[in-house]
């Protein structure tokens, strides 16, 4: 959805985005990275108008440090 612009699912190109924020009410869109909401990965949502399907991306610095955090699972 982020690349295409358009909904996998149905293939509407009406998409929402929704994001990250660094508020209480949207803990929801980040991960924990430290002790903080200040040290999370946020995340943005891509909704769908039409069918309600929802991707979620991180941008290049969240990955990093995620991958900082977590590692890579090589096994899967």
């Given at each position: 959805m982020k690349i295409s612009e358009k909904c996998?699912?149905?293939?509407?190109?009406?998409?929402?985005?929704?994001?990250g924020k660094r508020i209480?009410?949207?803990?929801?869109r980040a991960i924990m990275i430290g002790s903080s909401t200040l040290s999370s990965a946020l995340f943005d949502r891509y909704v769908c108008s039409e069918c309600g399907y929802s991707e979620e991306y991180f941008?290049?610095?969240n990955i990093d440090k995620l991958i900082n955090k977590f590692g890579i699972d090589n096994n899967i």
């Open positions: 996998p699912k149905c293939g509407s190109k009406k998409i929402i985005i929704v994001p209480p009410a949207e803990a929801g941008d290049k610095d």
